[in-house]
């Protein structure tokens, strides 16, 4: 059967009008009078860059209509600081976002993502030390909230981590950013960095269903992990908070050459959740987070900057890609029909190289380098 035509298409230069138009809205720049360069130049040169996987150097050299790398960069760097765009930043991650969401209560999931950081040891302001990763203890630290719906997954709000800030300090605002959502939330799933008793105490204060994983901390659960099945026992934490710990038990077969039985611990507070199998299923839905980090290296443009503001820009840009995909593919490209939407295939890194397509014919991308002699025959058909 044939399939049936769309009413309309969605050119690249529809694409990147839409990503300008977001940022330009969310984050004005002004630019002053008598100034050559427009704010949608400088913003097409940061998408290109973005969903290129490159950096803002190789978009400006390799164009010839562009503006000068190091125009855009200062423009960026001048006009925003820190803390400007982490306000800005989760404005411009939830627009029309919340249109998709559902009206059911949706999953929601916290997670700390750590980028190494190599640089000068006595240039630490606005990093964050953990242990030893990658080969060092000092990174660029960013907090982020996804939503889970559908099997796909939308950025929240993104925050980032400096020395000095607890994990409580992060999941406080977070959970605050929930409540003036108009969003129902049905759990919240967390990495190992929240497992504390701080952290327990949020959740259960703002009556929020929570999974996460156990840190080995003590003689005592170390002997529960290591011995018997599948249960749920009582923890505590410092001796302030009580929670339930579901140990799940499962045969390795092989898996990553290990044989014998895994033992997964997770503090659960879920009503939906009843055995430790439950909350292992659960739990897992969980790691498609990593699926869209591996998103967010690939359209994450590159940079040797230390200015902590324009690294952010460059991350808060690459979730909003994400999102953009997402929002877009869902509400213009999807065909409504009866039992739910279809979603016609179009990946990711199509919409980006669309997007660097569409950089490319805004400033003439340079279709010719220069040569000592001209091309022999070998180089014509």
Not at 25 to 42: F, I, S
Not at 127 to 132: D, M, N, P, T
Not at 336 to 351: D, I
Request: hydrophobic fraction near 40%.
């Amino acid at each position: 059967m044939q399939q049936p035509q769309a009413d309309s298409e969605l050119e690249e230069q529809h694409l990147i009008n839409f990503v300008v138009n977001r940022l330009e809205d969310t984050l004005p720049l002004d630019l002053g009078e008598e100034v050559e360069v427009t704010p949608a130049e400088l913003y097409k040169v940061l998408v290109g860059a973005c969903a290129d996987g490159t950096s803002i150097t190789h978009i400006c050299e390799t164009t010839d209509d562009s503006p000068h790398d190091n125009t855009v960069r200062e423009y960026f760097t001048d006009q925003f600081d820190l803390e400007t765009l982490e306000l800005a930043g989760n404005t411009l991650l939830q627009r029309e976002l919340i249109e998709v969401l559902p009206n059911r209560p949706v999953e929601v999931v916290a997670d700390l993502h750590l980028d190494p950081y190599y640089g000068n040891e006595d240039e630490t302001a606005h990093l964050y030390s953990s242990e030893a990763k990658r080969g060092t203890t000092t990174f660029h630290a960013y907090a982020t909230l996804y939503a889970r719906v559908r099997n796909k997954r939308y950025t929240l709000a993104l925050r980032k981590v400096t020395d000095g800030e607890t994990t409580s300090d992060i999941l406080t605002e977070f959970l605050t950013l929930l409540d003036g959502l108009d969003l129902g939330v049905k759990a919240v799933y967390l990495d190992r960095g929240f497992y504390n008793s701080d952290c327990i105490d949020l959740l259960s204060a703002y009556n929020y269903a929570y999974v996460m994983p156990i840190v080995k901390w003590g003689d005592e659960i170390k002997e529960e992990l290591n011995n018997g099945w599948s249960r749920i026992i009582q923890h505590s934490i410092a001796d302030s908070v009580t929670f339930p710990i579901f140990i799940d038990c499962v045969y390795q077969q092989g898996r990553y050459d290990e044989h014998g039985v895994a033992r997964h611990g997770y503090a659960v507070d879920a009503p939906f959740i009843d055995t430790p199998a439950e909350a292992r299923r659960h739990y897992s839905k969980r790691f498609g987070i990593e699926a869209s980090y591996r998103l967010a290296q690939e359209s994450l443009a590159l940079t040797s900057s230390r200015d902590a503001g324009l690294r952010y820009l460059l991350f808060v840009t690459s979730l909003l890609l994400q999102n953009v995909w997402r929002y877009v593919h869902w509400e213009f490209v999807a065909t409504t029909r009866r039992g739910g939407r279809r979603l016609w295939k179009w990946p990711f890194v199509e919409f980006c190289e669309m997007l660097t397509r569409a950089v490319w014919a805004a400033f003439n991308v340079r279709r010719a380098v220069p040569a000592n002699k001209p091309p022999d025959d070998r180089f014509k058909r």
